[in-house]
């Protein structure tokens, strides 16, 4: 599985109340979530996103409250993929759950910059950046993780396990 | 090796001796809950596992909370489908409007979790249980979908970090400012995937309630789960609320931690954190002047008899500051029922604030105080982010109920020693 687009750089404790704010929870329409995705944090971004598009962001990001809502606003606008030096741990939890592919690595939140073309391949963690012309080498997900991320999340592999 | 309070919980729950940091494990669940904003998108993920119930209809709780009563029509839809499925799965612990309260402070007072319980919610401030020394942390809405259907989930095993609490704190320092000062030496992302264990010998000058309100804001430090050790106050309150056996776990003496962290409580100071993060704190005494506009006292934090007992003790006889606005809110219909027998409500109302029924509503900046452009809040709730509380422009203040409601008479930031 490989991801490739531009990238939206953001910098620490992005947290879930500027990527979904409270006040449009009253809806868990994926597509209604979309339209207010990072409004806080960055007005334009869901003008200018595109299918494919990947976040980079440095320590913590999507640190705050449980809500799904966020990585599920995420995807539905489009992004691949989410590059931090570190996920705050329910946004982690919640990512894998619902299939949004997320990586941690330190050089690539670090080196990475706005507008950059990178490309993500989530076997071997390599992460190519093909406008400075740079790799930089994630973690690839353990095995259990890359499971349920191939079965498109929790619920599948639930369901084929209650089943059996 | 030795294990960790929490190890040892989660060990017993997945059937085996002994686990380790970083081990992943799948562990039975005593208890799994969700509120009106997250049990929705549950339900939807529910139906897609294509069981007809959940594993256990006196362990599943819904509470709905956050929106209500119902702020607007998309709400009201959201607590409909919660209130059917309740229904139809035949939920016990199931709680509307009327019965409910803010969900961290609704179930410990309905003795729904007890010490040792593994508890899984779909709401960041699960942690607060860690009180009552039971491993319980917040997860999103496909974990409580999974969890209501099979009775278990995955975790990762975290290693922990051991704060140990020294010597008795002075009069006006509470739970909250222990807590936020600890968020201040480690930062929002300091415990991060990491459990927070509590112990020393100044535990024992902490209530119960100073004890809910330390480990709920557990998640602020980026922490998996802040946990107490059991203690004859601990034994007393599940006594008095639960009916359910309990079990006591303490940590091996060689367990290992990543770090150990003293804290010398008789040298700290009301702590204020300062927008836009948890971690900004100050003590009183390096608050310059802060005008407010608004005081929020409540929440899953503050929002128990002991924070309203001292707020009315603040306020009681006194007139809140001109051009402030003080928004009460009790934590549940109990103390809501409490505070209205002891007088408080009545102080409050005479003083200038304004006394809400039990829900979410400002803390989030869902209804019931939502913040101006340009506008300032002290509150006593857990999350002072960018918009937390109404407009990207406007700005939260994070404190205790005793600073709050010392702010709310002089108009700006204060000691409460000081009115
Ligand atoms: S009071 Fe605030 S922090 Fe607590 S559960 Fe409600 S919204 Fe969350």
């Excluded at chain 1, 971004?45 to 599920?72: L, M």
């Excluded at chain 2, 010597?167 to 992302?189: E, Y």
């Excluded at chain 2, 006292?297 to 929002?303: A, D, E, L, R």
């Excluded at chain 2, 803390?363 to 509150?379: D, N, P």
Aim: charge should be negative.
């Amino acid at each position: 599985m490989k991801a490739n687009g531009k990238v939206f750089k953001y910098g620490e404790n992005v947290d879930t109340d500027v990527i979904i704010p409270a006040r449009y929870l009253n809806s868990s329409d994926p597509k209604e979530l979309a339209l207010h995705c990072m409004e806080d944090i960055d007005i334009d971004f869901v003008k200018k996103v595109q299918q494919g598009d990947i976040i980079v962001a440095t320590k913590n990001f999507g640190c705050g409250s449980s809500r799904e809502h966020a990585p599920i606003a995420i995807k539905a606008c489009g992004i691949s993929c989410v590059i931090a030096h570190s996920f705050a741990r329910i946004f982690y939890r919640n990512a894998i759950n619902t299939g949004l592919a997320i990586l941690e690595c330190s050089e690539a939140a670090e080196r990475i910059q706005s507008g950059d073309q990178i490309e993500v391949d989530f076997s071997t963690g390599i992460i190519t950046n093909l406008t400075k012309n740079e790799f930089y080498q994630a973690q690839p997900f353990p095995k259990f993780m890359n499971d349920i991320i191939a079965k498109e999340g929790l619920i599948n592999t639930l369901k084929e396990k209650l089943d059996s | 090796m030795g294990m960790t309070m929490t190890q040892k919980i989660l060990a017993t729950h997945a059937g085996l001796k002994e686990v380790c940091a970083g081990q992943l494990i799948e562990a039975k669940l005593d208890l799994v809950l969700g509120n009106d904003v997250t049990t929705p998108v549950a339900i939807k993920e529910f139906k897609k596992i294509g069981v007809n119930k959940v594993f256990d209809h006196e362990k599943v709780a819904i509470i709905l909370d956050h929106f209500t009563p119902n702020k607007d029509i998309k709400s009201a839809e959201h607590c409909k489908m919660c209130r059917e499925f309740a229904i139809d799965k035949n939920i016990d612990n199931f709680f509307d409007v009327g019965s409910m309260g803010i969900e961290h402070c609704l179930i410990p007072e309905k003795g729904l979790v007890v010490a040792g319980d593994v508890v899984i919610g779909a709401d960041s401030h699960t942690c607060t249980y860690g009180a009552l020394g039971a491993f319980s942390t917040g997860v999103g809405s496909t974990d409580m979908a999974c969890g209501m259907a099979s009775g278990y989930t995955w975790f990762k095993v975290p290693s922990a970090i051991k704060f140990i609490l020294k010597n008795k704190p002075a009069k006006w320092v509470s739970g909250k400012d222990i807590i936020l000062h600890i968020i201040g030496l480690i930062g929002v992302d300091g415990a991060l995937y990491k459990s927070m264990e509590f112990c020393g010998d100044g535990l024992r000058y902490l209530t119960m309630d100073d004890r809910f309100t330390i480990a709920n804001m557990a998640i602020e430090a980026g922490g998996k789960n802040g946990i107490f050790p059991v203690d004859e106050k601990t034994i007393e309150y599940l006594k008095e609320h639960s009916v359910k056996e309990f079990k006591v776990f303490e940590a091996d003496d060689d367990a290992n931690y990543d770090e150990i962290i003293e804290i010398d409580l008789s040298k700290l100071r009301p702590t204020v954190a300062f927008p836009h993060l948890p971690e900004n704190t100050k003590t009183i005494d390096e608050v310059e002047e802060i005008t407010i506009d608004q005081v929020v006292i409540g929440s899953c934090t503050n929002g128990r008899m002991e924070d309203l007992r001292i707020a009315a003790k603040i306020l009681k006889g006194k007139k809140i500051a001109k051009n402030v606005r003080v928004i009460i809110f009790p934590g549940t219909q109990k103390i809501y029922l409490q505070a209205l027998r002891e007088g408080l409500i009545e102080d409050f109302v005479e003083a200038g604030a304004t006394v809400s029924t039990p829900t979410c509503g400002p803390c989030l900046g869902g209804h019931m105080g939502i913040l101006a452009k340009g506008e300032r809040c002290i509150s006593t709730t857990n999350r002072n982010f960018v918009g937390r509380m109404g407009h990207v422009d406007s700005e939260v203040y994070l404190a205790s109920p005793a600073v709050a409601a010392a702010s709310a008479l002089a108009g700006k930031i204060k000691d409460p020693e000081s009115v």
